[in-house]
């Protein structure tokens, strides 16, 4: 089992609709949650990051966590074009560095 | 500006040949990792260093070898060894390890075989 699981895509979306990206993780250790945006050909950012259950809100992001499911996800309201792009769940299990998932690619159409 | 530079943005290895990734940052940073990423997939971790003259193997290391003389850089050895390099390696640092809640990366180099 990878240590996290992400739907690879793409995930498909009108302009301004709601995205919801998912992401389930098997290490029950895990202590840190963070979704990075990367474009095509470009290096990973940071957009969001969780450390307890319930919802964080930063603008149009919204990340859920639940821990006993062991599940993460990211809600990008009004989808814009611009937020096409690649998600990665990322966890930090405490242990080394930080657990990259492989990715959903979200495709927003003008 | 602060970041992290990486040289080149492009590189071909010959058959039998090492090739040798630099990655410099000036954002004073005690940690620095080397990832590589393979298309359609997530960042693997290949190596990284917490301090000077310390590194850790990550989870594919074999075929690589790096070096942590200064603070400021951090170079990645793609050596013979590795019978499959091509990929887009990714430098990144952090403000230590144990806090590597953001990670500031580099702009990446595609390695390709000639």
């Known amino acids: 089992q990878k240590e996290v699981e992400q739907n690879s895509g793409p995930l498909s979306v009108p302009e301004g609709a709601i995205a919801s990206l998912n992401c389930t993780y098997s290490d029950r250790g895990s202590q840190s949650f963070f979704w990075y945006r990367q474009y095509s050909g470009k290096s990973p950012e940071l957009i969001m990051s969780i450390y307890s259950n319930g919802d964080k809100e930063d603008g149009r992001f919204t990340a859920q966590l639940n821990k006993a499911s062991q599940y993460v996800s990211l809600l990008i309201r009004d989808s814009q074009p611009s937020d096409s792009a690649t998600y990665l769940c990322v966890l930090d299990t405490g242990r080394r560095a930080l657990t990259f998932g492989s990715g959903t690619r979200l495709q927003v159409q003008p | 500006d602060g970041g992290i530079t990486q040289s080149p943005k492009y590189l071909f290895r010959k058959e039998g040949q090492n090739v040798t990734l630099s990655c410099e940052q000036n954002l004073n940073h005690d940690a620095m990792y080397w990832y590589r990423q393979d298309p359609g997939q997530g960042l693997r971790l290949i190596y990284y260093?917490?301090?000077?003259?310390?590194?850790q193997k990550g989870d594919i290391a074999e075929g690589y070898s790096v070096s942590r003389e200064k603070k400021e850089s951090f170079p990645l050895t793609v050596t013979s060894a590795q019978k499959n390099p091509t990929a887009f390696y990714l430098c990144a640092s952090s403000m230590s390890v144990a806090t590597n809640e953001k990670l500031f990366f580099g702009s990446g180099t595609q390695l390709s075989v000639l």
């Open positions: 260093s917490q301090i000077v003259n310390d590194f």
